[in-house]
């Protein structure tokens, strides 16, 4: 067990000339902070459920909290279809069945612990060690919220690295129980790579990708179309107080830094920023998505995110081949070894309302999502602080018809786009 420990003549013992505390700071929260939205009054199924607004990307169940139980089921109403019946025909049994497709979403219980010193460690420092050691569980619970929702919606978790990263990599033997939840790769139907001035459907793409094919304008125009030619679309997002959210949809890519600072270097840079200024100015409050880094390109309202799902050279990830989307049969595709010296490969995700459930349910130590516990050890003199939450997540995925009569399976709210970046 790693000790926090204050010695006689430390750098943090107290000094004359020292009282103040830098803290050292990562990344933290992110633009995914702001795709979950809140629970409406006014939706009985939605109080019911303790499900916040299904208009956001994110939606969290809180159900869990309320009875016994480590999962919760999501379920999809297939949209009916068909042809009238007219006149006086008889109608008696010819109705539609109602059609569903359902997934679960496993909770389990996920805990921090910091050793925050001894009582001669205390006295030889004029910081509070217990207030920065709750400060610190504060800041690392958001932090590895938003990577599990990054990783599960992009299907994979990349080889970026880091001390911001809280989440190993996938090949790690603990990665699976941090994660909950499976992990899936993009099906087939929802993954694009990005093709010189075209989107190739299907992560096979990713063999043959090389450095010139970063994400430009014209491949969001792209993303646009698909959306409007398919016949079950990403449904649109709907903010709170956005006055146009019927007459004027709208989506959200989020973007890699990469991704994002390849975007800002094309000649509509200009067009592209006041879009999302005059887009805003449907709110009756700007909202929070709004404020940080962000453009928009026909109906995409581009976000830079902090972080990124990044693939090396060589490096091999999860696709579904097209022979396989009718099963989601997962194989590994490897990175185009030759894609040029100092590139890789980065997803973005362009995301619709209902992409990523979260379901939570109550810690013994509070009765509530989060928890704070302090463990006294060693005759009183030591303490141990220790955060922790009880939840899960897990990218909709339902099957939904494919215009033919067989249902397929179906990232239900994001779509993956690969393109290549600078490293």
Known sequence: MAETNVASGSSLAVKHYSAALFANT????????????????????????????????????????????DVVSLDLVDTIS????????????????????SMEIKIDLSSKVIDAGGSMSQQRTKHNLREIALAQLSGYFPRLNSQQVLVHLAGARGS???????????????????????????TYNRHYVVNGANLTQGGQQLGSIVSTD?????????????????????????LAGDKASQTSKMWVFLATPNQYSILLSEGSLRAFQQNAVNRAAYFDTRHPLFAGEVGMWNGILVVKNERAVRFAPSESTKIITSANAATAT?????????????????????????????????????????????????????????????CGHMKTRFSIDDG????????????????????
């Open 214 to 238: 970063a994400l430009k304008l014209a491949h969001l125009d792209g993303l646009r179309k698909l959306i409007d030619d398919m016949d079950q679309p990403l449904q649109s997002i709907k």
């Open 160 to 186: 970026q690295i880091g001390t911001d990263w809280v989440i190993p990599l996938q090949s790690a033997s603990n990665f699976g129980s941090i994660m909950v939840n499976s992990v899936k790769a993009p």
């Open 26 to 69: 990562l990344k933290g929260s992110t633009a995914i902070d702001q795709l979950v939205g809140a629970i409406e009054p006014s939706s009985g199924m939605e109080m019911v459920a303790g499900q916040t607004h299904a208009g956001m990307p994110i939606v969290r169940i809180d159900n869990l909290m309320k009875s016994a139980g």
């Open 404 to 423: 033919t009569g067989s249902k397929v399976p179906t990232d239900f709210g994001v779509i993956a786009v690969d393109s290549a970046v600078p490293l």
């Open 82 to 101: 068909g042809e009238p019946l007219m006149g006086d025909v008889n109608r008696e049994g010819r109705g539609s069945a109602l059609s569903f497709s």
């Open 330 to 390: 997962e194989t590994d595709q490897t990175v185009n070894a030759s894609i040029g010296a100092g590139y890789g490969v980065e997803r973005g995700l362009l995301l619709g309302a209902q992409a990523l459930g979260i379901a939570y349910g109550k810690t013994k130590t509070s009765g509530m999502q989060f928890g704070w516990k302090e463990h006294w050890y060693n005759f009183e003199s030591n303490l141990e602080v220790m955060g922790e939450k009880v």
